[in-house]
């Protein structure tokens, strides 16, 4: 018995577990612990029971910032995701010679430590002289517009360098599954039609729905994790009339601005059932939709 025992092959998920214990079950168990005291730097803490998650609950901030943040996931998918499909689709049919240093461009952004593409971006938006509206906004005719000033253009701003970021990286995933697709489908298909439009409608998107629902999920979590970009475009703050305060950024001011760690640990499980929630009706959503 004890020889089956140590054959077993789940002996090679041992490392697995030990890292799984280490750096997400731990840290989860402490979270939890401490959401359930007060906001006690120094001396010991006191058991307030559910009294930070009724403090979350009743904070108008705290909802400011849920709505932020969804609206900032459902935009980069709903942009990010047909672009990059598309660029997957350009780059599959180009010359073979372009299609290497053309896909090393793409991902060069994704590649970027975040913190120093936003100190880029600064640049970008900085006010008049930006290079947005340098090059696109004033040569048409149009005001200068304050992308880190006024509420209406934050989250448009934060969007833009999500889909700066991350557009390459994406493209770069879908273009490995155009890749894979077998070419007897697309040469059937050739013979219905010479149109590459329709074909790219039904069979492309068809076969390429289990990578894009791969890119949405990736898209969702990366957006209730998005932190430096938001933080260094907006000096730490949600910017005007809070247009850009996403949920982890309201964590962190909680926690590391205000010394409330107990509130902030709260704020965090409070929204773990809801990212949860997200990525389940993504893949439901997914498998119905056929995506």
């Not at 140590?6 to 750096?23: H, K, Q, R, Y």
């Not at 010679?97 to 090393?104: D, E, I, V």
């Not at 938006?125 to 005001?143: I, Y």
């Not at 077998?182 to 059937?188: M, W």
Request: glycine residues 8%; contains cysteine; hydrophobic residues 55%.
């Amino acid at each position: 018995m004890k020889r089956r025992i140590l054959n077993s092959p789940l002996w090679l998920l041992a490392p697995f577990l030990a890292l799984f214990a280490v750096f997400w079950l731990a840290p989860l168990i402490g979270g939890i612990d401490l959401s359930l005291h007060s906001d006690t730097l120094f001396g010991t803490p006191k058991y307030v029971g559910f009294a930070n998650y009724r403090a979350v609950l009743d904070d108008p901030k705290f909802y400011k910032a849920l709505r932020n943040t969804l609206t900032y996931t459902l935009a980069c998918i709903v942009v990010i995701v047909p672009l990059a499909t598309l660029f997957a689709e350009a780059l599959h049919r180009c010359w073979p010679r372009f299609k290497g240093p053309l896909s090393f461009i793409l991902l060069l952004p994704g590649l970027t430590p975040p913190a120093v593409l936003a100190l880029l971006f600064l640049l970008v938006f900085h006010g008049r002289n930006g290079f947005l509206n340098q090059w696109f906004v004033t040569p048409f005719g149009f005001a200068p517009i304050d992308w880190l000033k006024n509420p209406t253009w934050i989250m448009p701003a934060l969007v833009i360098q999500a889909t700066w970021r991350w557009l390459g990286m994406m493209t770069f995933f879908l273009l490995a599954g155009r890749e894979s697709l077998p070419r007897p489908l697309f040469e059937v298909a050739a013979l219905e039609t010479d149109r590459r439009w329709p074909v790219f409608l039904s069979v492309t998107i068809p076969l390429l729905r289990h990578v894009i629902l791969f890119v949405g999920i990736y898209l969702i979590v990366d957006a209730f994790a998005m932190f430096s970009g938001a933080y260094i475009l907006l000096g730490g703050s949600g910017g005007t009339a809070n247009a850009g305060l996403l949920m982890i950024n309201y964590t962190y001011q909680q926690a590391f601005t205000f010394g409330k760690f107990s509130t902030a640990a709260a704020m965090s499980l409070s929204i773990a059932p809801l990212l949860l929630l997200a990525l389940g009706l993504g893949l439901i959503g997914g498998r119905r939709l056929k995506l």
